[in-house]
């Protein structure tokens, strides 16, 4: 595996951790930001964990003590899969690779026409294409989009319709990408125009993210490289 740079994970981890945080927030989750992990006292929204780690050896004890494991459905980001949290009543969720784009690697043209999302019917419109129908759309609220460091990116195609999207949010000199979609195509045919757009919105910023599965075959047919694995832990039912 190649590690362009001793830091880049770390630096990921963080970024990802401020992402989970604004998400929070604008569900009225207020996070702390420890110097271990950060962490949220109450149940997050869908699909966010409610802690990511910082630094590698984090002390489980410690993280589990500032999050609700009183029910289950608890998770947290193992940001550098180092952590054994089955004798606390969690499992492995899933398990993913982060990856780094550099931020000279050139993006091609984009292919629709993309803007960030200014208002609630614009992000509204973007929930609804990147949700598909699955009835999670409410998800996005309108208060992310006071958050500074959320750039919510819509492609549109030629009768207006968001056709593809993504979040990025730039901090810790990276720029974090989450939540690639494409109405048609998946990940492959986002990926261009969302790279396009971010490097025109931080021209000289590498970018970061993480993904598993087929959605990490794609982003690595895009120019990223994986630099670290990071695994998610749920609590089970206890019974």
């Known amino acids: 595996m190649k590690t362009p740079n001793p830091s880049m994970v770390a630096a990921a981890a963080r970024n990802n951790a401020e992402w989970c945080a604004a998400m929070s927030r ?3 989750v207020e ?20 802690a990511v780690t910082l630094v590698p050896g984090a002390d489980p004890a410690a993280l589990l003590a500032r999050i ?13 899969a180092d952590l ?4 606390a009543g969690f499992r492995v969720l899933f398990d993913a690779q982060w990856i780094h784009r550099p931020a000279e690697e050139p993006a091609g043209p984009p292919d629709l026409g993309w803007s960030v999302a200014d208002g609630p019917d614009t992000l509204r419109a973007w929930a609804l294409a ?5 009835g999670d759309a409410g998800l996005f609220r309108p208060e992310l989009l006071d958050d500074p460091a959320t750039f919510v990116l819509a492609g549109r195609s030629a009768d207006g319709g968001v ?3 993504a979040v990025a949010s730039p901090g810790g000199d990276v720029v974090g990408v989450s939540n690639v979609f494409a109405v048609d195509g998946g990940p492959d045919t986002a990926w261009p125009g969302v790279l396009s757009a971010v490097r025109s919105l931080f021209p000289a910023v590498p970018v ?7 959605d990490l075959a794609a982003a ?16 089970q039912a206890q019974g």
């Open 130 to 134: 990147w949700d598909d129908g699955n």
């Open 163 to 165: 056709a593809a999207g």
């Open 68 to 80: 609700d494991t009183t029910t289950p459905g608890a998770t947290v980001k193992d940001s550098f």
């Open 31 to 50: 996070g702390d930001p420890g110097e271990q992990a950060w962490t949220a006292p109450a149940r997050t929204p869908l699909y966010y964990p409610d």
């Open 26 to 28: 604008s569900h009225g």
């Open 220 to 235: 690595l047919r895009h120019g990223f490289e994986p630099i670290g694995p990071l695994r998610v832990w749920i609590r």
């Open 84 to 87: 054994d949290l089955t004798d």
């Open 208 to 214: 970061v993210g993480y993904e598993h599965g087929d």
